[in-house]
């Protein structure tokens, strides 16, 4: 059974300051991974997704990068502002047949303070 | 357009209520999901729909019925609820099972 494990489960950090998400899986066969962030009692908004085949992704400040040999994700976030303020959710999606269903890790909850 | 819509954003049922979840897309996606959020706690997949065929029924109780009229919409049917079914549900697409899902902002459910 796939286990997805996000640490920290909470990071304050001050405005400005680069930071590091990390993700972990126990079954390297994915099909891919895609990173949400949550606002306080909101639906999920996807912020990158990596295929299997794929290293890293890019979009604006942030970075995700993929080693799926060793079962880790990370989500780089540059120059951080208090509207990044969030839960962030890791989930990796096994493939095979018709049961491509996503796992969800317990999230990373990010505030960052001005 | 990547939206996908829910409504009502807000529910308040008692427990001999039936009531209605409605979710909506117009991005083409063929795959159609359900999740029940609990505070603090990750999204939990109920259903997965895929070309409006139900795919995958994660053991839900009966008292929630999905149905997926066309490409586009996606209901859940509420009866008989109990206060533990009290939770934010997530409606998801996606282009098909493999692709990346793009959720909904939910439906605040509260059983009374």
């Known amino acids: 059974k796939q286990e997805v494990t996000q640490i920290p489960a909470a990071l304050s950090v001050p405005e400005g300051e680069n930071l590091v998400l990390n993700c972990s899986f126990t079954?390297?066969?994915?099909?891919?991974l895609q990173w949400f962030r949550q606002d306080p009692g909101k639906g999920l908004t996807s912020l990158l997704l990596i295929q299997s085949s794929q290293r890293e992704q890019t979009s604006g400040r942030l970075n995700a990068s993929l080693d799926k040999s060793s079962g880790r994700s990370t989500l780089y976030i540059a120059a951080s502002q208090p509207g990044d303020s969030a839960t962030y959710l890791c989930a990796v999606k096994l493939g095979g047949g018709s049961n491509y269903k996503l796992t969800f890790g317990k999230g990373t909850l990010l505030t960052v303070n001005p | 357009d990547t939206e996908v819509t829910q409504t009502p954003k807000h529910l308040v049922m008692g427990m001999t209520n039936k009531k209605s979840l409605k979710c909506e897309q117009h991005?083409?996606?063929?795959?159609m999901y359900w999740y029940k959020q609990k505070a603090k706690k990750p999204p939990e997949l109920m259903f997965v729909y895929s070309y409006e065929k139900l795919s995958i029924n994660e053991s839900v109780p009966s008292r929630f019925s999905p149905e997926c009229p066309n490409s586009s919409l996606l209901n859940l049917h509420l009866h008989a609820l109990q206060p533990e079914d009290s939770a934010l549900y997530l409606c998801a697409s996606s282009q098909g099972l493999a692709g990346e899902q793009y959720f909904g902002p939910g439906t605040r459910l509260t059983v009374t």
């Open positions: 991005m083409g996606h063929r795959a």
């Open positions: 079954d390297s066969a994915i099909y891919n």
